[in-house]
């Protein structure tokens, strides 16, 4: 499976490798921004229904975490990793079903530069990873007996923003106080 819209050109971004990108010659070395999806893959999934089948019945309180991974394989290919984790539960606490789901792609990243390279991996890699995640998650519930669950669209940019702060944070209260 693929899918950006970008040309899946056998270059690897190369200049001399026998492609033109589109005659766009810029002055920068190898043209316009390119993320490309090479891959996607189920790295883990577990789908747990303690409860069934008296749960079967009536809508949990359902929760929803997430978390963000991404690992440098080569120097143009990046592995990003969609963690989520959803819980639900009855009304009165007990688990109805829960559901982790370890989603990645191995994409290619080409002429981006490294001051917005871990936010392109942390914002779009998981903006472009998200649908098939959701379907995924969709269908397992479903198939655990479940009405669908259609997650809403999550706001990677924001995660990253609020992680960012976090971390800023972090650094300001970890730091020592004056310079020796």
Not at 40 to 62: C, H
Not at 139 to 153: C, Q, Y
């Amino acid at each position: 499976m693929s899918g950006t819209g970008a040309p899946a050109g056998g270059d690897n971004g190369q200049a001399n490798g026998g492609q033109a990108n589109g005659g766009q010659a810029s002055g920068q070395q190898g043209g316009a921004p390119r993320i490309q999806i090479l891959s996607q893959y189920i790295k883990d999934l577990s789908f747990e229904n303690p409860g069934a089948p008296a749960s079967l019945t009536g809508r949990p309180q359902i929760d929803l975490g997430v978390d963000l991974q991404a690992k440098r394989l080569e120097p143009q290919l990046f592995e990003v990793e969609l963690k989520l984790r959803i819980d639900a539960k009855s009304p009165d606490g007990k688990p109805v079903f829960v559901l982790e789901l370890a989603y990645a792609g191995l994409l290619q990243i080409v002429n981006v530069p490294d001051d917005v390279l871990q936010q392109v991996l942390l914002i779009e890699g998981p903006h472009m990873l998200f649908p098939y995640a959701r379907r995924i998650i969709s269908d397992a519930v479903r198939d655990g007996g479940m009405p669908p669950l259609m997650i809403e669209p999550i706001d990677f940019a924001g995660l990253y923003r609020s992680k960012a702060e976090q971390l800023a944070q972090q650094r300001v209260a970890g730091s020592p106080t004056g310079n020796a």
